[in-house]
Every structure is written in C-alpha cells, then in structure tokens.
C-alpha cells in the first residue's frame, strides 16, 4: 500500500513538471503538438523508471550504492574536467565552433567518466568499505561475525541445543534459499523427508523464540525448486564470503569446498567430537553391548555421547552391562570410536571389609 502511494505522488509530481515543461516549450504559440510531444515524453519515461522497479523488486544496497556514488563521483569528475579544458578550447577552437563542440565533448566526457566510476565500484564493492549505506549494513549485525546457517545444521538440532547454552554472541543468518529448501522437504512425499523438513521448521521456530539470540532471514537470491545441492552450497559460501561471516554445517563435502574459498566453516559434528570427555587406554568403564561387531567374537556398545565401543571377546555377553577396560583411542571423522577387553576383576566396593575399623584402631 505505501508502495502504491509512493508511485501514485511520484506520476504526479511528474504530470505538473510535464505540464510545466510543454508549457514553456509551447511559448504562447498556436503549435501544440510539440507541447503534447514534450508531455507524452516525460509520462513515457516515467511509466519506464516504475516498470523497471517492478521488474526487479529484489534490490541489493550494496548495487544501489554503488551505482549511486559511482555516478556522483563521475559528475564531479567530468565538472572538473569541464574546469580544465575550457581554457584550452578557447585558444584552440573559434567562438562559434566552440559554442557546438563544447556540449558534445563535454557530454561525451560525462558519460564515459560516469560510466568507468559505476563499473569500477560495481566490480569492487566487496572489496572496498568506504560506500556509507554498505557499512550502516555492516554495523547492523551484533558481534564478530555472522553465522550462516545450512539446511544439514537446521535439520540436525543440535545448533538450538548449542544456543540454549548461550555459547553464541553472534547472529545467526538463514539464507532465504535454505528456507526454502527446507520448505520443499516439508512438502515431499517421502515420509521420512517430510519429517526432517518439518523438523528443521521446527528447529527455526526454537531459535526465534529464544530471549536475546539474534537470528533473522537473510533476503538471499531464491533458488528454484529441484536445484541440486552443488548450486545451494556454493550460494551458501558465496553468501558467507560476502557478510564475512562463518558457514555453519554438517556437510562433509561443504566443509571443504568453504575452506578451500577461504569461509571459516564450524562443523557440529567437530565440536560434538570436542566435548565427549577423554579417555585414555587403561582406564575403565562400564557399557551395555547391544550388537556384534565385524571382527569374530567382537561386542559392540555406546556410551551416553554416542562414542562406539568395541569389546573384545564380548559376543557371549550381548544385552549386559559389562565394565570394559580401553586398549586404544581412534579418532576419525565420523566420530571416536574406543576399542576394549572385558575387565574381569569384581567391582571394588565402596563398603569397607568388616574388621577394617578395627584394625585401624589397634594401629
């Protein structure tokens, strides 16, 4: 609706310029058809600026301001250029051919110095600061830098855990594309991707309402419906890479390709791999065996984070709780895996020995 309001004040404003125009185009004459050209004219190139906006209703500030102070910069360039040569004209050319040559080269000049300034910042805007709204954008966002989030890391859950715990200072960015991948996932007609879809909806819903997180929409260029995932990630990283900001993911395979560009990228699965507590060969600890393992004999169980261990000669005690004794500590990407012997020996018991007071008594 204001949108609407504004278009309606702006024909307006340019019907009585128009009018003004033909009037003082006309002069009093009898003549109106230069008159009615010169309004017809101006209407035209209105309805043209407003079809254009309409054309491309998803504007990004750092193009408009690029566009806007390179063609300003060019304007004072080419007025003091229009400074220099008009003394050189004047001693090379005569009064009258001076007075056709000087609108000509000076409009030429104009028009190429304007035309170099908008390419120039429109080629480097990611690369220079000093463009105003561009940093007015920049200190809007809370913190270091933002955290761009994947549709792997919303589907996963384990970020809004990870907020809960008010570990992040830093906003969190949904593209606008991530969203609606998440959207088409919601729709499938797979159960079991419906329900991670509905699930990551679920997740954005936990973050938004958390108290003192900032987390928005990031109005990122849509990605069509059925676009391969190739395409998502490198929009992600291209998104990340011009915000400064860090990718946020599960994904192996895009982890790498943002680290290879340069995107610092924090992998859950890492920081879940941090935090499961040490343990070192020797020590001692009890697990359900719930399987078998590949290797003969084998038992396999997991510990309350998830870490799988092996126990050897742990087949025949498949469904107990047995106390395990670490030979060895793996770490690998997809987690750390422990491998053990049984340990045979009784549980001590926290119950003194009867007698043992006594003894320590005499002693």
């Not at 310029?17 to 309004?39: E, I, K, Y």
């Not at 290879?260 to 065996?289: D, M, R, Y």
């Not at 719930?290 to 084998?298: F, S």
């Amino acid at each position: 609706m204001l949108m609407t309001l504004i278009r309606a004040i702006f024909f307006l404003t340019v019907a009585g310029l128009a009018a003004r125009l033909a009037q003082l185009v006309g002069g009093g004459s009898d003549n109106l058809l230069v008159p009615a050209l010169a309004f017809v004219g101006v209407m035209l190139a209105a309805v043209a600026v407003v079809v254009c906006d309409l054309l491309i209703p998803r504007k990004k500030i750092q193009t408009i301001s690029a566009v806007y102070f390179g063609l300003v910069v060019g304007l004072i360039l080419s007025n003091l250029l229009q400074t220099a040569l008009d003394p050189s004209l004047a001693l090379l050319v005569s009064p009258e051919s001076q007075n056709l040559l000087r609108p000509v080269i000076l409009g030429i000049l104009t028009v190429v110095i304007c035309y170099i300034c908008v390419s120039l910042l429109l080629q480097t805007k990611d690369d220079f600061r000093f463009i105003i709204p561009y940093m007015e954008f920049s200190r809007e966002l809370k913190g270091s830098r933002p955290l761009v989030l994947d549709t792997s890391v919303v589907i996963d859950g384990r970020i809004a855990d990870v907020a809960e715990a008010r570990l992040l200072d830093q906003p969190l960015l949904v593209p606008s594309f991530v969203l609606q991948e998440l959207q088409t996932i919601a729709d499938s007609s797979d159960r079991l991707r419906r329900n991670r879809g509905r699930r990551g909806l679920d997740i954005l819903q936990r973050l938004q309402k958390m108290p003192g997180l900032d987390i928005r929409i990031h109005e990122a260029d849509d990605t069509p419906a059925g676009t391969p995932d190739s395409e998502v990630d490198k929009k992600l990283v291209a998104l990340a890479k011009s915000l400064g900001g860090k990718v946020v993911t599960n994904d192996y395979n895009l982890n790498k390709v943002a680290r290879l560009q340069g995107v610092e990228v924090i992998n859950l699965n890492e920081l879940s791999n941090a935090l499961k507590p040490v343990v070192l060969p020797g020590e001692t600890l009890e697990v359900k065996l719930i399987k078998r393992g590949e290797e003969p004999g084998q038992g396999v169980g997991y510990l309350d984070d998830g870490t799988m261990v092996v126990v050897e000669q742990g087949l025949h005690h498949l469904g107990e709780r047995v106390r395990v004794t670490a030979t060895s500590v793996l770490q690998t990407n997809a987690g750390r895996m422990i491998f053990g012997r049984l340990d045979l020996a009784p549980a001590p018991s926290s119950t003194p020995p009867r007698g043992s007071h006594q003894r320590d008594d005499r002693l």
